[in-house]
């Protein structure tokens, strides 16, 4: 995860200073994650260190620079970046160029999360980009390549060891809207569309996850009736 440069070395020094030192009482600290949760550290208190403002901007600027996986990176400029917008931050503009550059939101490029399922043109467009046509030897490669990389860092099919799986009819349901209106759909991907819902936030309606998504809930209809 860490890469033990001088980057490295800096950082754990701020921190095991501020392990066992008294500060005076009207100093301003934060308590800030040695390793951060979100790559995967605890509440513990070995893993808590009492800095000050100064120091917790700084350590998280160290974050960046001595870890490895890009991932882990980039989830630390992200931090930065919030960590920047606090009114009580002043930081000059070259910090905050590449804060803007490296800060990417984690669900970029995914359709589908935060934002309405494709409109007609934009499908008809993706779809006809490589229709009718080979793609490019360097294409196939690279493809493979990436499966192959996923492959050796342990990545596994969902449908891992199962053969024949045959999809079921879909299942009809019934939305009803937040004024309590009822609309009886097919399936439900057909409801999200036509009401311009997220499919995977009514998916979870749907399984029970959550009670509703902006107010719309679901009615499932038996296929039979």
């Known amino acids: ?10 950082y754990f020094k701020i921190i095991n200073r501020a392990k066992t030192r008294a500060l005076p ?9 040695i390793l951060p949760r979100s790559l995967g550290g605890s509440d513990n208190e070995d893993n808590l260190a009492k800095l000050t403002l100064k120091e ?35 930081i000059n503009g ?3 160029q590449s804060l803007k550059e490296n800060a990417v939101p984690w669900n970029k490029g995914l359709t589908g999360l935060y934002q309405p399922p494709l409109n007609d043109a934009a499908k008809a467009k993706l779809s006809s980009l490589w229709k009718g046509k080979n793609r490019p030897k360097e294409h196939k490669d690279a493809m ?20 024949g799986i045959i999809k079921g009819p879909c299942q009809p349901v019934v939305l009803i ?7 009886e ?9 036509d009401q311009n819902l997220i499919y995977t936030k009514m998916s ?22």
Not at 1 to 10: A, I, Q
Not at 56 to 61: A, L, Y
Not at 147 to 159: C, D, S, V
């Open 1 to 10: 995860m860490f890469t033990t440069n001088k980057y490295y070395y800096t």
């Open 177 to 183: 809207s937040p004024d309590g209106k009822e609309y």
């Open 94 to 96: 070259r910090i905050y």
């Open 185 to 193: 759909y097919k399936s439900l991907k057909a409801a999200c569309q």
């Open 56 to 90: 917790h901007w700084v350590c998280h600027r160290l974050l960046v620079k001595f870890l490895i996986d890009p991932i882990h990176i980039r989830k630390m400029y992200n931090a930065l970046f919030m960590m920047a917008v606090k009114d009580y931050r002043k």
């Open 144 to 163: 493979k390549a990436g499966w192959q990389r996923a492959k050796e860092n342990g990545y596994q099919p969902w449908n891992k060891g199962t053969k």
């Open 25 to 33: 009482n009207n100093t301003k600290t934060e308590i800030h994650h």
């Open 204 to 225: 979870s309606v749907k399984s029970g996850k959550a009670n509703h998504y902006k107010g719309w809930t679901i009615r499932k209809v038996s296929i039979s009736s």
